[in-house]
C-alpha cells in the first residue's frame, strides 16, 4: 500500500519560487501515472500536473507556463517546481497517482502572500 509524504511548502511572497517534493513508499511508482493536486480553503481538491511514466507532462490551464513537474523512479519520488507564484496559488498541494489515487496524504501548506 503506497504512502505519501509531501513537503516543501512555505509562505513566499508573489512572484516567487517552491519546489515541493512527493516521497512515496510502499510500491514502485515507475508504472504509474502520478500527480499533483491543490485544494484551497473552501474548494473542492483539483488537478494541478500530471507525469507519465515516460516522463510526458500536462498542466492545469491555471499553472501551464510557471509549474514543472518532474519524477526519479529511482528514488520513488515526484517534485513539483513552482515559479512566478500567484495569490491564487495558495493551497494545501498532495501528489498521489493520477485518476485512481492511493490514501492521500497531509499535504504540504503554499501560501503565497506579500
Known amino acids: 500500500q503506497a504512502q505519501l509524504v509531501e513537503s516543501g511548502g512555505n509562505l513566499v511572497q508573489p512572484g516567487g519560487s517552491l519546489r515541493l517534493s512527493c516521497e512515496v513508499s510502499?510500491?514502485?511508482?515507475?508504472?504509474?501515472?502520478m500527480a499533483w493536486y491543490r485544494q484551497a480553503p473552501g474548494d473542492q481538491r483539483e488537478f494541478v500536473a500530471r507525469?507519465?511514466?515516460?516522463?510526458?507532462?500536462t498542466y492545469a490551464d491555471s499553472v501551464r507556463g510557471r509549474f514543472t513537474i518532474s519524477r526519479d523512479d529511482s528514488e520513488n519520488m515526484v517534485w513539483l517546481q513552482m515559479d512566478s507564484l500567484k495569490p491564487e496559488d495558495t493551497a494545501v498541494y498532495y501528489c498521489?497517482?493520477?485518476?485512481?489515487?492511493?490514501?492521500w496524504g497531509q499535504g504540504t501548506q503554499v501560501t503565497v502572500s506579500s
Open positions: 510502499g510500491l514502485d511508482i515507475s508504472v504509474y501515472v
Open positions: 498521489n497517482r493520477f485518476l485512481q489515487p492511493w490514501a
Open positions: 507525469i507519465t511514466p515516460r516522463g510526458t507532462t
